[in-house]
Each structure stands twice: as C-alpha cells, then as structure tokens.
C-alpha cells in the first residue's frame, strides 16, 4: 500500500525539481498605451516676434520593468495596492456594461400599446 502511494508521489516531485514551471506576476497595471519607443515631437517657443523651432526627443524611454517599478512606488505612496486597482477596474467595468444599453432593452425597441 505504501509502495503504491509512494511511488506516484516520488515521480510529481521529480517531475516538478527536473521540470520547473516559469512563473511571472500578473500586474493589472495596463500599459496598452504606453509607448516603448524612444519618439519625437515639434516644439515651438514663441516670445513676441522670435520663434524658436525645436525637436523634442525621449532619449532614454522607459522600459516595462521601470514603468512597473514607478507604478509600484506610486501606489505603495497612495496605500493602494494592485488589489484595489483590480477591484476599481471590475467596478467601472461594471458601470460600464450597465450604463450600454442592447438593441433588445433600449427604450427605442421596446413597444408601447
């Protein structure tokens, strides 16, 4: 009975030391907006009659990991944590679906007699 049990139990834990699973956190941060790229803008000063044309350039973007870091610091400075940005997000996903009215529960749809 104990050889039994023991065996399969052997096998899971050198399959999990032999075979270790990629684990990574799961931030509810979205950066879908945020550029990665290192762009440039027009820039234009005007002082009465003189006008200075310039070029504004990010010369050392951010990368995904500093951009983690800053928002880490910025909620532990607020006393958030990514918990309560998940559950706000859940909230104005759900005020969202409540306020979008379907075809079939519009006022416009719906027949009076």
Do not use: W
Not at 9 to 22: D, Y
Not at 77 to 97: F, Q, S, W, Y
Request: hydrophobic fraction near 40%.
């Amino acid at each position: 009975m104990k050889k039994t049990l023991c065996a399969p139990l052997l096998a899971a834990c050198a399959l999990f030391l032999l075979c270790p699973v990629g684990a990574a956190a799961y931030s509810n941060v979205d950066l879908s907006r945020v550029e990665f790229s290192s762009g440039s803008e027009p820039l234009v000063f005007t002082f009465g009659d003189v006008q200075i044309d310039g070029e504004l350039h990010q010369a050392f973007p951010f990368t995904e990991a500093e951009i983690e870091k800053l928002v880490r610091e910025a909620l532990e400075e607020a006393g958030l944590t990514e918990l309560d940005i998940k559950e706000a997000n859940a909230k104005v996903e759900k005020a969202r679906r409540a306020a979008t009215f379907t075809k079939e529960t519009s006022p416009a749809s719906r027949k009076t007699c």
